[in-house]
């Protein structure tokens, strides 16, 4: 199959595509982001003692600001434990945020006079990581399907014919797997009836939480291609969330890199895997396992874990690990700055901001050259 | 380079397109396992039959239970028309081992139906809500932990009073704590999967989640060692009536005519074993039957 291989050379580029015109869920058309996030933030309580008090806290999201445009596949990446799933559950509300706020087209999440919680799962569903513990044992997969639509009211057998033609959508043969207990499919199958189920209430967006990642290449690939066909057809918008930088540029439009619970890079996918401006970002693309056997790498660019998020460092995260750290980058954190712009190429690192004191500060070049210079 | 967007769902059904093969309902596939397991099928039956003879005890009984006749005191199996001998009062061994059925039955079946609607309701509102309701919920159930089983039907029925009915509430409060645990335990594993978080995402209610996602988990676990429990208490309301703390004479009850007989032991021998017979063969039914079940019901295996 040609699109294995497409996605191992990747040198296909998807367009930016807008969603079409003509929908009618559409509020304030394509210039309006259909979600904004206004730093978004979630510390975990850590609880203990004899008197169970708060001892201290993970601060796993941390003032965490973007916007997804309608129509576009952002994608989500960094190393594990940086935030991705807790910011996941925090835009589906599946846990309550700390602060921060959320606006679907317009319209506030969750305040008086916005959209309700229940019409924003009706406009924004999620696909989990794992594909069998996310479909209910005991249920044929089609009234797993079945369930979300029953739940807001729709008729046993018109949320069966949805169910079904939705197994269709998918590439399921519904007079075949409809009623098959999850126990009986493979992996890509389930996920692909975790993708029918997300898609049953038809929502405008897809959150899709690591959902390739525990497929192998093969399976990824077509799973892979059935979302981008699915986007297409759907009028979709989706949420990528993975640690795999490859499945990542294949599927994106646009990249937002986390570290410690915060973002640290957002910009178009080209501008991203080609130019990182910063240094995580450029540790993390060197960190990718190379198919050609003469670029082996003798040593991994990162080294170490991240830091702990209960007590992260001071001023810029990432600087303990960082090539280029300087006294500023302890002192203050490097903003990120406003990047509502679809080809806006943001970092928060304080290298790329001209005026902040950093001795390579304002430079128009890539973080990837500055590397090779100082070593 | 092939454009990969042309690529559709219908294309790619043919790689992913299963043999024909025929699918089996929940239902139907627990019925299947059990037509072939001949153990679970004989024990079954054996329960029918127990069953069977204590609704229609009247009509089956060769005698009136409780007519006693000091002329037949203790006599052998056989002994003139008497199929098992009589007891210490010479009344009908096998009329009242039937008449003993009923109440076998009854003490054996009501306190765990009861206990494990009572002990499932707790148990499954604790493991969902977590925290607090937990906590409240649990602890409580651990103060009756803290006493053998045995010893805490005793006291209860002790404190209450010998008869049935205080036999049942000592019975059903003895069974509550274990079944409340399991279900709790099964409800909270059940509670942190992926599928009900989806199920929250969907926008569902809580009742909606667990009445169509937490109970079809949390069910087979309860109900399989609900099952297990009916021997148990078989045994303990057979205890409790040996103790004179069960069923008031001249009520037939297994328990009490073990009781009864034990002075008898080496006058009478194969007579004063028969209600012991008797338990054994319904507790072991109801094990074998349990277990049984709990295979079949295993649709993953």
């Known amino acids: 199959m040609t699109e294995d291989k497409s996605i191992v050379s990747a040198p296909f580029r998807p367009k930016l595509e807008a969603v079409r015109d003509e929908d009618p869920r559409d509020r304030g058309g394509n210039r309006q982001p259909l979600l904004i996030v206004n730093q978004l933030r979630k510390y975990f309580p850590i609880r203990g003692g004899i008197f169970n008090h708060r001892r201290g806290e993970v601060r796993a999201v941390d003032s965490v600001s973007f916007s997804v445009l309608k129509g576009e596949t952002l994608g989500i990446v960094g190393e594990s434990g940086c935030g991705k799933s807790t910011l996941a559950r925090l835009l589906m509300h599946l846990i309550p945020c700390d602060t921060g706020e959320q606006i679907f087209d317009g319209e506030a999440v969750g305040e008086l006079r916005g959209l309700s919680l229940r019409e924003l799962r009706r406009n924004m569903q999620m696909v989990f990581q794992d594909s069998s513990s996310s479909l209910n044992p005991r249920l044929p997969v089609e009234q797993s399907i079945a369930y979300g639509p029953r739940v807001h009211g729709m008729a046993r057998a018109e949320a069966k014919a949805v169910a079904r033609d939705l197994l269709d959508k998918v590439g399921l043969r519904p007079e075949l797997f409809g009623s098959r207990y999850p126990h009986e499919l493979s992996g890509g199958q389930k996920q692909r009836i975790n993708i029918a189920r997300a898609l049953a209430l038809n929502p405008r967006m897809l959150i899709l939480d690591e959902a390739v990642s525990a497929l192998d290449k093969s399976v990824q690939a077509q799973v892979l291609n059935l979302l981008r066909y699915l986007k297409r057809h759907l009028n979709l918008t989706y949420v990528f969330i993975s640690h795999d930088l490859s499945v990542v540029q294949y599927i994106s439009d646009r990249v937002l890199v986390m570290y410690l619970g915060e973002v640290v890079e957002i910009g178009p996918v080209d501008a991203i895997y080609t130019a990182p401006k910063h240094p995580y970002t450029a540790a993390l693309l060197r960190s990718r396992l190379n198919l050609n056997p003469a670029e082996r790498l003798a040593e991994a660019p990162l080294s170490g874990d991240p830091p702990n998020p209960i007590n992260p460092p001071s001023g810029c995260r990432f600087r303990t690990r960082c090539n280029f750290a300087e006294a500023v980058c302890a002192d203050r954190s490097p903003a990120l700055g406003e990047h509502t712009n679809r080809s806006a190429h943001r970092a928060a690192c304080h290298m790329v901001h001209a005026d902040s004191g950093h001795s390579l500060s304002g430079r128009a070049a890539s973080v990837e050259g500055a590397h090779g210079q100082r070593n | ?301």
């Not at chain 2, 079954?44 to 069953?51: C, N, R, Y």
């Not at chain 2, 049935?164 to 059903?172: H, K, S, V």
């Not at chain 2, 039914?285 to 277990?291: G, R």
């Open chain 2, 1 to 301: 380079m092939t454009d990969v967007i042309s690529t559709d769902a219908p294309a790619l059904r043919h790689g992913l397109s299963a043999p024909d093969i025929k699918v089996r309902s929940y239902l139907q596939t627990v019925t299947h396992r059990l037509r072939h397991d001949p153990v679970t099928l004989f024990f079954l039956a054996v329960i029918l039959i127990i069953a069977l003879a204590a609704i229609c005890a009247p009509w089956i009984a060769p005698f009136d239970p409780n007519k006693t006749g000091t002329l037949y005191r203790l006599k052998p199996i056989g002994f003139r028309g008497f199929i098992l001998g009589t007891d210490e009062l010479g009344r009908d061994m096998l009329s009242r081992l039937i008449y003993g059925a009923r109440t076998s039955l009854v003490m054996g079946l009501t306190p765990v139906v009861l206990a494990t609607v009572i002990g499932g309701t707790l148990g499954v509102t604790a493991g969902f809500h977590g925290g607090r309701v937990n906590m409240c919920i649990m602890r409580i159930v651990d103060v009756f932990y803290a006493f053998p089983s045995v010893l805490l039907a005793v006291a209860i029925s002790g404190t209450m009073g010998g008869g049935i009915q205080n036999g049942l509430i000592a019975l059903t409060l003895v069974f509550i704590p274990p079944l409340c645990r399991i279900a709790e335990t099964t409800t909270t594993q059940v509670r942190s999967l992926d599928f009900v978080e989806a199920a929250r995402a969907s926008g569902a209610s809580s009742a909606s989640i667990i009445i169509h996602h937490v109970l079809a988990n949390a069910a087979a676990p309860l109900f399989i060692y609900a099952s297990s429990l009916i021997s148990v208490a078989i045994l303990l309301a057979a205890g409790l009536s040996f103790l004179g703390l069960g069923v008031e004479p001249p009520t037939a009850d297994w328990g009490m005519m073990l009781s009864n007989l034990r002075q008898a032991i080496y006058v009478q021998p194969l007579v004063c074993a028969l209600p012991g017979v008797a338990i054994f063969i319904t507790s072991l039914s109801f094990n074998l039957v349990s277990d049984g079940l709990r295979q079949a019901m295993d649709v993953r295996a």
